[in-house]
């Protein structure tokens, strides 16, 4: 779909026929069977993200017609969303954290990268000498930030080909230094390109260094700057070979490695089209080509930037002017979309840091290099300032809370890309929030290291929120110089595992200030419940826990609510969605007697029975701190009911309790009212989704505190 101009107009069958494929049996026969059968049809879209494109669907007209022409973004819109050929069968693939609405797909799956034995198998399957992949492994142990980097599959395959590259060309795997950006990782590689470029004799070791090797291609990578800016300005991706001669790129060039020849078929024109090797390839020889030019221009140098501009805040902006100017209509091309703006952005700050300042060198005078990494300096710290400032705050408790956007990733990332500590020290210092709320952000792995890189230089404690990101453990590593400064750490739904949770105890034994640690649904397993219980004994300052939805069993269950039971301060547990059973319920009912300071806890949905049940209701007779209960989706019967409702004749603290999607009858539930005559606390008992009809629930409408 790249290939196609904004007025461009096709119809169905040339879609299918004559920009993808032509069939063996007759055209017409074939498509004439594709519209009566389209449930047979299958169609793959591969790479949608990779299509130029941000666009309003409202604004995309409407095609039932498989015949009738119109614009190729509009037919597939019409053929996801099943206007056309209604019946047939879509897969849509794109990078993870690409915007897709949900007019357009009826089930989504969400590929998180590598987790760290996804990695282990790849390596193996990658490097086939035992010896070689066993090496890379120790190598990516020993670089926490590389490790990161080889989550997400396209930089991991960019930094394998590195490694099996100097490691057949110098006998080792030469890796850079211990902080590896990404920037360094493309430099790698168009070091490597343009080092296999050389005539020398590859059976002898060549000892170029890394400035050597850019100086002998420097007529190369001019003409690949050239030819990446003057696509990206047009928002061509595709190149056509009257393109390159218009540009003067030589035909060494094209073979470089940097490009690929694009796809196409004979309907199409004999004429070879081009592509870079991603997209990200020609983001980072456009951020080149900036760097490059003899112009100093804040407007010029920071023109992707300003593209990148969050889009509600050029909307709030721009909303007096559009109230004036309400009948003008603005064009968009249908095509527009940012995101590989955003990888210029990146690059551009990995190239003007402090280390490339050498390689730049080859390229511009040294003055240059300077002003321009000024002009950037001061808009990242404006730009981060800026964007906290703008963004809706709460009050929550002591805390005042900002939920940041996506883009403010991107700010961090751009940051870390510089390694300027003055840079990270400036950012922290525009953060004028102490809670950061970054969740759903698509944050992954590596993301933690710019994360960490700003929040370490915070004067103050922090709390930091990045549940429903992908975080994992090579994140929870990256976050290590920062967790002296958080108090509250929210990792939820981040495929954590105990290896994560191990390094994640022991920073947080270490500095001890944690108050709020949140570790739901992650992949936890008893063990790491053991060390999660080191930090509820020893973190006198924890009071909310956030555990549920993991893999620990009653043995996992036991070892936590001993914890609990010897802490003092405590105050809210949240265990949902474990399987604890009737042991760790008793363990849990040991722990409440008593206790001073417990007052919300959740041991919903964990296989819990009559036995454990009982021993529950028995321990609340002695409890005088907790609030609020939660034991949905159990295993309780009337007999489990009848024993809370001894308790709640003696228990005059508890203010609600639930007790949805049990197995208790509407006996159970008469044994409940009974007690709450005796009782004036409780606030409410909840019992939905348990074995009570309609009609037996209204003998209880008088009692106000009940609800089915």
Same mark, same amino acid.
């Given at each position: 779909?790249?290939?196609?101009?904004?007025?461009?107009?096709?119809?169905?069958?040339?879609?299918?026929?004559?920009?993808?494929?032509?069939?063996?049996?007759?055209?017409?026969?074939?498509?004439?069977?594709?519209?009566?059968?389209?449930?047979?049809?299958?169609?793959?879209?591969?790479?949608?993200?990779?299509?130029?494109?941000?666009?309003?669907?409202?604004?995309?007209?409407?095609?039932?017609?498989?015949?009738?022409?119109?614009?190729?973004?509009?037919?597939?819109?019409?053929?996801?969303?099943?206007?056309?050929?209604?019946?047939?069968?879509?897969?849509?693939?794109?990078?993870?954290?690409?915007?897709?609405?949900?007019?357009?797909?009826?089930?989504?799956?969400?590929?998180?990268?590598?987790?760290?034995?996804?990695?282990?198998?790849?390596?193996?399957?990658?490097?086939?000498?035992?010896?070689?992949?066993?090496?890379?492994?120790?190598?990516?142990?020993?670089?926490?930030?590389?490790?990161?980097?080889?989550?997400?599959?396209?930089?991991?395959?960019?930094?394998?080909?590195?490694?099996?590259?100097?490691?057949?060309?110098?006998?080792?795997?030469?890796?850079?230094?211990?902080?590896?950006?990404?920037?360094?990782?493309?430099?790698?590689?168009?070091?490597?390109?343009?080092?296999?470029?050389?005539?020398?004799?590859?059976?002898?070791?060549?000892?170029?260094?890394?400035?050597?090797?850019?100086?002998?291609?420097?007529?190369?990578?001019?003409?690949?700057?050239?030819?990446?800016?003057?696509?990206?300005?047009?928002?061509?991706?595709?190149?056509?070979?009257?393109?390159?001669?218009?540009?003067?790129?030589?035909?060494?060039?094209?073979?470089?490695?940097?490009?690929?020849?694009?796809?196409?078929?004979?309907?199409?024109?004999?004429?070879?089209?081009?592509?870079?090797?991603?997209?990200?390839?020609?983001?980072?020889?456009?951020?080149?080509?900036?760097?490059?030019?003899?112009?100093?221009?804040?407007?010029?140098?920071?023109?992707?930037?300003?593209?990148?501009?969050?889009?509600?805040?050029?909307?709030?902006?721009?909303?007096?002017?559009?109230?004036?100017?309400?009948?003008?209509?603005?064009?968009?091309?249908?095509?527009?979309?940012?995101?590989?703006?955003?990888?210029?952005?990146?690059?551009?700050?990995?190239?003007?840091?402090?280390?490339?300042?050498?390689?730049?060198?080859?390229?511009?005078?040294?003055?240059?290099?300077?002003?321009?990494?000024?002009?950037?300096?001061?808009?990242?710290?404006?730009?981060?300032?800026?964007?906290?400032?703008?963004?809706?705050?709460?009050?929550?408790?002591?805390?005042?809370?900002?939920?940041?956007?996506?883009?403010?990733?991107?700010?961090?990332?751009?940051?870390?890309?510089?390694?300027?500590?003055?840079?990270?020290?400036?950012?922290?210092?525009?953060?004028?929030?102490?809670?950061?709320?970054?969740?759903?952000?698509?944050?992954?792995?590596?993301?933690?290291?710019?994360?960490?890189?700003?929040?370490?230089?915070?004067?103050?404690?922090?709390?930091?929120?990045?549940?429903?990101?992908?975080?994992?453990?090579?994140?929870?590593?990256?976050?290590?110089?920062?967790?002296?400064?958080?108090?509250?750490?929210?990792?939820?739904?981040?495929?954590?595992?105990?290896?994560?949770?191990?390094?994640?105890?022991?920073?947080?034994?270490?500095?001890?200030?944690?108050?709020?640690?949140?570790?739901?649904?992650?992949?936890?397993?008893?063990?790491?419940?053991?060390?999660?219980?080191?930090?509820?004994?020893?973190?006198?300052? =924890?009071?909310? +826990?956030?555990?549920?939805? #993991? *893999? $620990? %069993?009653?043995? &996992?269950? @036991?070892? !936590?609510?001993? /914890?609990?039971?010897?802490?003092?301060?405590?105050?809210?547990?949240?265990?949902?969605?474990?399987?604890?059973?009737?042991?760790?319920?008793?363990?849990?009912?040991?722990?409440?007697?008593?206790?001073?300071?417990?007052?919300?806890?959740?041991?919903?949905?964990?296989?819990?029975?009559?036995?454990?049940?009982?021993?529950?209701?028995?321990?609340?007779?002695?409890?005088?701190?907790?609030?609020?209960?939660?034991?949905?989706?159990?295993?309780?019967?009337?007999?489990?009911?009848?024993?809370?409702?001894?308790?709640?004749?003696?228990?005059?603290? =508890?203010?609600? +309790?639930?007790?949805?999607? #049990? *197995? $208790? %009858?509407?006996? &159970?539930? @008469?044994? !409940?009212?009974? /007690?709450?005559?005796?009782?004036?606390?409780?606030?409410?008992?909840?019992?939905?989704?348990?074995?009570?009809?309609?009609?037996?629930?209204?003998?209880?409408?008088?009692?106000?505190?009940?609800?089915?």
């Amino acid at each position: 779909f790249s290939t196609f101009k904004k007025e461009d107009q096709i119809s169905l069958k040339d879609l299918l026929f004559k920009y993808n494929c032509y069939p063996d049996l007759d055209l017409e026969e074939v498509f004439s069977y594709l519209l009566r059968f389209p449930q047979t049809v299958l169609f793959t879209f591969d790479g949608f993200d990779e299509i130029n494109s941000s666009f309003d669907l409202n604004s995309i007209p409407e095609v039932s017609s498989p015949y009738h022409p119109t614009h190729p973004l509009a037919l597939l819109i019409n053929l996801l969303s099943g206007k056309l050929l209604n019946g047939s069968k879509k897969i849509l693939t794109a990078r993870t954290g690409t915007e897709l609405q949900k007019k357009i797909i009826r089930k989504k799956l969400v590929l998180k990268g590598f987790s760290p034995d996804s990695l282990k198998k790849y390596t193996q399957a990658f490097f086939k000498d035992e010896a070689l992949h066993e090496k890379v492994l120790n190598h990516l142990e020993a670089n926490p930030h590389l490790c990161s980097l080889c989550s997400i599959p396209l930089f991991c395959w960019i930094i394998f080909q590195c490694f099996a590259h100097f490691q057949s060309v110098y006998g080792t795997l030469r890796l850079p230094d211990c902080y590896v950006t990404l920037t360094d990782v493309y430099l790698l590689m168009t070091e490597i390109f343009l080092s296999k470029s050389a005539k020398a004799n590859l059976l002898k070791k060549n000892n170029r260094s890394q400035t050597e090797t850019f100086c002998s291609g420097k007529s190369s990578l001019t003409s690949l700057c050239k030819l990446a800016e003057c696509g990206t300005e047009k928002g061509d991706f595709i190149f056509e070979q009257d393109e390159m001669t218009s540009l003067n790129i030589p035909d060494p060039d094209l073979k470089l490695g940097f490009l690929r020849v694009a796809s196409s078929y004979s309907g199409c024109g004999d004429q070879s089209t081009y592509e870079f090797l991603h997209i990200t390839m020609q983001s980072f020889f456009t951020a080149f080509s900036l760097v490059m030019h003899d112009a100093v221009s804040s407007k010029e140098l920071l023109k992707y930037f300003t593209l990148c501009e969050h889009t509600e805040e050029k909307e709030f902006r721009a909303l007096p002017l559009n109230c004036i100017r309400a009948s003008r209509t603005v064009e968009k091309d249908p095509f527009q979309n940012n995101e590989h703006f955003q990888f210029i952005n990146l690059f551009l700050c990995g190239l003007l840091s402090k280390t490339k300042h050498r390689l730049l060198q080859l390229f511009i005078p040294p003055s240059i290099i300077k002003k321009k990494r000024i002009l950037l300096k001061r808009y990242l710290f404006k730009t981060v300032k800026t964007h906290l400032k703008n963004l809706p705050r709460c009050k929550l408790g002591e805390f005042n809370k900002v939920q940041a956007m996506p883009q403010f990733i991107w700010m961090l990332r751009c940051i870390y890309e510089t390694q300027s500590e003055d840079m990270g020290k400036l950012a922290a210092k525009g953060i004028c929030a102490d809670y950061l709320k970054l969740t759903f952000c698509n944050a992954f792995s590596a993301d933690c290291s710019a994360i960490s890189f700003v929040l370490c230089h915070c004067r103050k404690q922090i709390a930091l929120e990045l549940d429903n990101n992908n975080v994992n453990d090579y994140g929870v590593k990256e976050l290590i110089p920062c967790f002296n400064k958080l108090n509250v750490i929210r990792l939820s739904v981040n495929m954590i595992t105990d290896f994560g949770v191990e390094i994640l105890s022991e920073e947080l034994l270490k500095h001890k200030i944690v108050t709020f640690l949140g570790l739901y649904k992650n992949q936890i397993t008893d063990a790491g419940a053991r060390l999660v219980a080191r930090v509820i004994e020893e973190c006198p300052s =924890l009071k909310t +826990l956030k555990i549920g939805a #993991n *893999k $620990i %069993t009653s043995e &996992g269950g @036991k070892i !936590l609510a001993q /914890a609990i039971q010897k802490s003092r301060t405590i105050f809210d547990v949240g265990m949902w969605g474990n399987r604890i059973g009737d042991e760790g319920a008793k363990a849990f009912a040991t722990a409440l007697r008593n206790h001073p300071s417990l007052t919300n806890l959740s041991l919903a949905f964990n296989g819990i029975s009559t036995e454990g049940g009982k021993c529950i209701a028995e321990a609340l007779k002695e409890n005088s701190s907790v609030r609020i209960f939660w034991l949905t989706q159990n295993e309780f019967n009337d007999e489990v009911a009848e024993n809370f409702a001894e308790m709640l004749r003696v228990n005059k603290t =508890l203010t609600n +309790l639930w007790l949805i999607e #049990n *197995k $208790i %009858t509407v006996q &159970g539930a @008469k044994f !409940l009212m009974e /007690a709450l005559t005796d009782n004036t606390a409780l606030q409410e008992i909840c019992l939905q989704g348990n074995p009570i009809t309609s009609e037996e629930a209204e003998a209880f409408e008088n009692e106000n505190r009940m609800f089915f």
